[in-house]
C-alpha cells in the first residue's frame, strides 16, 4: 500500500527535486538527463512530453521506451535497501534512478554512472 503513493507520485513534481540535487553538488541537468534517458531510452523530446502531461512515476516508466539493457549492473543500497535485490520491479525501476542520481551527486564520473 506504501509503494502506490509512491507510484502515483507525478514525475514532473520528483523532476525538480533531482535537478535541484544535483545542481547542489555541481552536476548539471544535461547530464541529469543523460542518465534519466540511458535508464529509460526516453529523448529530451519525449522526456519533456512526460513532463507536460504530468505522468505518475508508474505511468513514466510504463511508457518508457526501453529500460537499459544495462540495469543489472546497477548495485548497491538507497534508503538502506539493496536496489538488485528489490523484488518489485517498478519500484526497482525507481530505486535504479535514485541509485544513479545519487551517484551522479556524489561526484562519479557520468561514463561511471552509466555503466560504459
Known amino acids: 500500500m506504501?509503494?502506490?503513493r509512491v507510484?502515483?507520485?507525478k514525475f514532473s513534481s520528483v523532476y525538480p527535486l533531482l535537478v535541484s540535487k544535483v545542481e547542489r553538488k555541481g552536476r548539471s541537468i544535461k547530464?541529469?538527463?543523460a542518465v534519466i534517458y540511458w535508464l529509460t531510452g526516453y529523448d529530451e523530446e519525449?522526456?519533456?512530453a512526460q513532463l507536460e502531461k504530468e505522468v505518475d512515476y508508474e505511468t513514466?516508466?510504463?511508457e518508457a521506451p526501453q529500460i537499459n539493457p544495462k540495469v543489472d549492473l546497477i548495485k548497491g543500497v538507497v534508503c538502506g535497501i539493496r536496489v538488485e535485490n528489490i523484488e518489485e520491479p517498478?519500484?526497482?525501476k525507481i530505486r535504479w534512478l535514485d541509485k544513479l542520481?545519487?551517484?551522479l551527486a556524489r561526484?562519479?564520473?557520468?561514463?561511471?554512472v552509466l555503466r560504459y
Open 2 to 4: 506504501k509503494n502506490e
Open 7 to 9: 507510484y502515483k507520485m
Open 31 to 33: 547530464e541529469l538527463n
Open 46 to 48: 519525449e522526456l519533456q
Open 60 to 62: 513514466f516508466f510504463a
Open 90 to 92: 517498478l519500484m526497482q
Open 101 to 103: 542520481v545519487d551517484e
Open 107 to 112: 561526484g562519479k564520473a557520468l561514463e561511471k
